[in-house]
């Protein structure tokens, strides 16, 4: 089992930056596929991006492509998420999860959930 805690969220102007963070508990943190989802309010849960267990591979939603980058410290237990050129549209609530099979954009298929981070972008 793991926990995962998400940190880093916060109000940033369009076109901004910002970076968040997800610390995982657990000895077997590099067992896991990780990935970011975002949710915003009345809308289903969106696949944002993920990476392997390695950390060589990385999928992104179309949406983020070129402006979000994912990456992971398995020494540290942490992923993180860069978020760059941030929009309005990016205005979501964004958790990590871990994914014990192969490689899915589909929520369901994640066993871990952290608890969230909002992120506001304003125009």
């Known amino acids: 089992q793991v926990q995962l805690v998400e940190s880093g969220g916060g109000l940033v102007q369009a076109g901004g930056s910002l970076r968040l963070s997800c610390a995982a508990s657990?000895?077997?943190?590099?067992?896991?596929?990780m990935g970011w989802f975002r949710q915003a309010p009345g809308k289903e849960r969106e696949f944002v991006a993920s990476?392997?267990?390695?950390?060589?591979?990385?999928y992104y939603a179309d949406s983020v492509k070129g402006r979000f980058t994912m990456s992971r410290d398995n020494a540290l237990n942490t992923v993180y998420l860069q978020m760059n050129s941030l929009k309005p549209e990016d205005t979501a609530v964004y958790y990590c999860?871990?994914?014990?099979?192969?490689?899915?954009?589909?929520?369901?298929?994640?066993?871990?959930w952290g608890q969230g981070t909002q992120v506001t972008v304003s125009s």
């Open positions: 999860a871990a994914d014990t099979g192969t490689p899915s954009r589909r929520p369901s298929e994640y066993d871990y």
């Open positions: 657990g000895r077997t943190f590099s067992s896991y596929h």
């Open positions: 990476i392997s267990r390695s950390g060589a591979t990385t």
